[in-house]
C-alpha cells in the first residue's frame, strides 16, 4: 500500500507540531490508519500521545473515547535521531568489524548527533522507513525546531554531503606528504572549530571515519535518492504552516517558491494562531460604570477597554491582509486554512480535537 504523505513544514514556533498532531488526530478519528512522526515535542504534548520518551518505536494513541470512525488509528513516535543513525549504518554496514569502526568513531558520533541538520537527514530517513513498511494510510511529519524552515529542505544535502565525498574529505586529504590540507591551507579557522569540537587527534579521525564510512556510502546515497523521490511523489504534500506575522509569512512565501522550485508538492497553506475580528463593535455606552468608582475612574477603565478592543481590531485587520497575501500568492487550486489561536491549552488531546473543524480533511489535500 501507498501511504500518502504530509509534511508540515514552517519557521520557528509557527505551531508545527501542534498542528502536526491535530491534523494526525483528525485523520485517524475520521477513519484512517495514522502515524505521526514528531520531532521534539513539548513535554506535556508527548506525554498526551504517549511519547514520554524519545523513542522510534510507534506509540499507539489511546484514542477511543473519541469514538473514532472505523478504521481509525494515531500511532505516534517522537525522532530519534541517533539511534535512527546507527541503525541504518549497521544496516549498511558489511560487516561488523565495519560498522563498529563507524559507530565507535568520534567525528561520527560528533556529526552524527550534533552536526546541523542531522536530524532533518534522519526525519526524512525514518519516514522513508515508515513509507516503505507501507502499513499506514497516511504518515505525518512535523519538522525539526530550526531557525529558518528552509533548513529543512537544504540539510540533507548538506549533512549527506558530510557523510560523503564532501569538502571534509578533501580538507582532510594529505596535500603531500607531512601535511594536512585543512592545517597548511591558511584554513585555520576550519582547523581550529574541528579541534575544538573533537579534541586533539580530530583531523585524523576524521580521515578515518571517511575511510570506514565508504563501506556504507554507496548505500547511503541510495537511500538519499530514494528520500528525494520520495519528497516528490505524487502522494506527498508539504503544507506550509504559518502565523500571519510578517517574518513567518515572508517565510512561507519564499518557501512556497523553493518547493515549486525543487518540484516538490504543495499542500496549502496552514495559518495559524489568527485572530478573529472582535464580534460587535463596542460603544462607550455599552460599557456599564463600575460599581464604587468614580465617574472619573470609571471613565479610565472605558477607555482601557475601548483601547484594547481597538488594538485587537488592528491586529485582526493586519492578519486580514496577511491572509490575503498568501491566498494570492498560493497556486490557483491550492488550500488556506485558518486555526485560530486558542485560549486553551493544546497540549492534550481535547485541545488538539478542538482544532479539526479548521483543519483540512485528508481529501482536501
Ligand atoms: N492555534 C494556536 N493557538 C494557541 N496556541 C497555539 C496554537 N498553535 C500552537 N500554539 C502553541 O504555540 C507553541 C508553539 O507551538 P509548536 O507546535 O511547538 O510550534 P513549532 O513546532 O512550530 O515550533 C506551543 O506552546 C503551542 O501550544
Ligand atoms: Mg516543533
Redesign the pocket.
Given at each position: 500500500m501507498r501511504s500518502q504523505i504530509v509534511i508540515c513544514c514552517?519557521?520557528?514556533?509557527?505551531?508545527?507540531?501542534?498542528?502536526?498532531?491535530a491534523l494526525a488526530l483528525k485523520w485517524a478519528l475520521d477513519g484512517a490508519t495514522v502515524a505521526v512522526l514528531t520531532?521534539?515535542?513539548?513535554r506535556r504534548?508527548a506525554d498526551s500521545l504517549s511519547i514520554g520518551a524519545l523513542s522510534n518505536e510507534a506509540r499507539a494513541v489511546p484514542i477511543e473515547a473519541f469514538a473514532p470512525a472505523a478504521g481509525g488509528r494515531l500511532d505516534a513516535m517522537m525522532l530519534d535521531a541517533r539511534s535512527t543513525f546507527d541503525e541504518l549504518v549497521s544496516r549498511m554496514a558489511p560487516s561488523s568489524d565495519a560498522r563498529d569502526r563507524i559507530l565507535n568513531n568520534r567525528y561520527y558520533r560528533f556529526a552524527s548527533e550534533k552536526l546541523g541538520g542531522s536530524h532533518e537527514y534522519m526525519a526524512m530517513e525514518r519516514l522513508l522507513q515508515l513509507a516503505d513498511a507501507g502499513t499506514y494510510d497516511v504518515i505525518v511529519l512535523?519538522?525539526p525546531?530550526t531557525r529558518h524552515a528552509l533548513d529543512f529542505l537544504k540539510a540533507p544535502d548538506r549533512m549527506a554531503g558530510l557523510m560523503d565525498q564532501g569538502v571534509l574529505r578533501w580538507l582532510v586529504m594529505p596535500a603531500r606528504k607531512g601535511g594536512w590540507r585543512a592545517l597548511e591551507l591558511g584554513s585555520e579557522a576550519i582547523a581550529k572549530v574541528l579541534k575544538r569540537l573533537l579534541g586533539r587527534g580530530t583531523v585524523g579521525e576524521i580521515a578515518e571515519f571517511f575511510d570506514a564510512f565508504k563501506s556504507v556510502a554507496d548505500g547511503m546515497r541510495e537511500r538519499s535518492i530514494k528520500v528525494h523521490n520520495l519528497l516528490r511523489g505524487h502522494s506527498t504534500r508539504f503544507l506550509l504552516?504559518t502565523t500571519p506575522a510578517p517574518a513567518a509569512r515572508a517565510e512561507a512565501l519564499y518557501f512556497l517558491g523553493l518547493l515549486s522550485e525543487k518540484e516538490m508538492p504543495f499542500g496549502g497553506f496552514l495559518i495559524?494562531?489568527?485572530l478573529t475580528a472582535p464580534a460587535h463593535a463596542l460603544r462607550p455606552e455599552d460599557i456599564p460604570d463600575s460599581d464604587g468608582l468614580t465617574a472619573e475612574q470609571s471613565a479610565d477603565i472605558r477607555a482601557g477597554i475601548l483601547q484594547a478592543v481597538a488594538l485587537r481590531r488592528a491586529r485582526s485587520e493586519a492578519h486580514q491582509r496577511s491572509v490575503s497575501d498568501l491566498r494570492d500568492a498560493a497556486p490557483g487550486d491550492a488550500g488556506c486554512w485558518l486555526?485560530?489561536?486558542?485560549?486553551?491549552?493544546?497540549?492534550d488531546l481535547n485541545?488538539l480535537v478542538t482544532?479539526g473543524d479548521a483543519l483540512p480533511a485528508l481529501a482536501d489535500l
Open positions: 514552517g519557521s520557528g514556533g509557527v505551531g508545527k507540531t501542534t498542528v502536526s498532531a520531532i521534539d515535542p513539548a504534548l512535523d519538522t525546531p504552516v495559524n494562531r489568527y486555526v485560530a489561536d486558542q485560549e486553551r491549552d493544546l497540549h485541545g482544532l
